[in-house]
């Protein structure tokens, strides 16, 4: 249920005592609270199935939550789900395989009827943003994993969304191109400054990206504990390799391992 | 190239040891003609007779290329319209099947005298036995599209027209064109069994008739001829369809592209 959300300074949408049941009985969420501020980087993180998808799915409308409400505060103070302003990229990299890096990008501005001479503009440029210059009329298939997650990234870059939605998107990728796109998404939020969301399993990665990390519990999944990330930004490899980084990631781990042990 | 001679040379070569095998065989034992033709007769048969051959290919093959055609257009329509609503779907699909399962043989002969216009009826025929492959081939395409890539669309709100040109149509591709291969061969099928019910004669039979019509006057060595004949034919619809296929494919579909390395 979508309901409008009393103006609150800086909060873009509120999940309140949300339940979501399967059709098969599976119950992934019971009880979830969350808040997704403005402009925020929020990491969701937990152990496998704890129903992390299920939360961003829910956020994008992928589905309607079994129980609770999901509240947003919407632009000039029109409440409702800003589904045009959401950007999402899923696990895979769901290219349409017929379909050249250019059309695939292409795709969410062609289906909102955006002018054909505008679409190229922000075609050209989010392919360039995600390093995909010169492989605009590759198929995916000729493309390696990493580079069509780029592409998936440049697709949901397009639309200019207000809220990126991402499902663990770099799990299946080596640790170099990780890193790369790690700092390359970063750099692209402190210039553009959308509100992310971002699924992980790794709590590396939450520490380095986020401004903000909610731990969940195994399944049923709800939030047991926040972490805030005040860590300087930018953020870059001397992050990586600095006492605050270290400690964030200990205390973190720490309470992984007890929400999920409950 | 050499890839093509390299895959075209083992069968051609099985096929002319066969066929030596066979003229050998029948010069040895002396086989009689209307028994056993050996090949080279039945070349030059197929010369000689090229005259009343060549008319009856093209009867055949008008029909099957017709059948062909209006199954497609009619089972990709069909397949559009059960996509469209499961009830539709639920409603029509079990007669599809029954068409499909009730032998063209029984039913030839009833279209035969409902239809009084011979090439009209060798049609349906044909059509009926061609249509099914592409029906159930495509709807099963259409609703195989990626689940990530339906939620992706309706995400950026896309209407159903746009799912429908974007989404559902490209992911079918396969499908229907797997669904034409298979109908191509059963057009061709479809119409010389209708023609042998039919068993018309005049300047408007096919080669099925030519078979059926040697047969009665013991002319085997034409048979076999028209028999060839046909058989061609079918081997030139399916590599028809099979290009086709390859060139719609080749870009991005697994089935077509050559594996690296």
Known sequence: ?262 | MRAVLGRAVPPVVIGLIVLSLWETLVRVKQVAVYILPGPLLIVTTLVKDWGTLYPSLLVTLAITGAALLVATVAGVLIAILFTQSRWVERSLFPYAVILQVTPIVAIAPLIIIWVKNIPVALLICAWIVAFFPIVSNTTLGLNSADHNLLNLFQLYGASRRQVFWHLRLPSAMPYFLGGLRISGGLALIGAVVAEFVAGTGGTQSGLAYRVLESGYTMQIPRMFAALFMITCTGIVIFLALNGLSHLVLRKWHESAVAREG
Not at chain 1, 173 to 202: C, G, M, P, Y
Request: net charge positive; with cysteine.
């Open chain 1, 1 to 262: 249920m979508t309901a409008p959300l009393a103006r609150h300074a800086g909060v873009l949408a509120r999940l309140s005592n949300v339940d979501k049941v399967y059709a098969n009985g599976t119950v992934a969420l019971r009880g979830l609270d969350l808040e997704i501020g403005e402009g925020e980087f929020l990491s969701l993180l937990g152990p496998s199935g704890c129903g992390k998808s299920t939360v961003l799915r829910l956020v994008a409308g992928l589905g309607d939550v079994s129980a609770g409400r999901i509240e947003w505060s919407g632009a000039n103070g029109r409440a409702g789900l800003p589904r045009g302003d959401i950007g999402f990229v899923f696990q895979e990299p769901t290219l349409m395989p017929w379909a050249t890096v250019w059309k695939n990008v292409l795709l969410p501005l062609k289906l909102r009827g955006v002018p054909a001479e505008e679409a190229d503009g922000r075609v050209r440029e989010a392919v360039g943003l995600v390093g995909l210059g010169g492989f605009e009329h590759a198929y995916p298939r000729e493309l390696s994993g990493g580079m069509k997650m780029r592409v998936s990234i440049a697709r949901a870059l397009v639309t200019h969304p207000r809220l990126l939605l991402m499902d663990e998107p770099f799990a299946a990728l080596d640790e170099i191109t990780r890193f790369k796109l790690d700092n390359d998404l970063l750099e692209l939020w402190a210039k553009q400054r959308w509100t992310v969301v971002f699924v992980t399993h790794s709590v590396y990665e939450s520490v380095y990206l986020s401004t903000r990390i909610a731990v969940m519990t195994a399944r049923p999944g709800r939030t047991a504990s926040e972490v805030a990330i005040k860590a300087p930004a930018p953020r870059d490899d001397a992050f990586r390799t600095s006492p605050l980084y270290n400690e964030y990631c200990r205390e973190v781990s720490a309470r992984l391992a007890a929400a999920s042990a409950t």
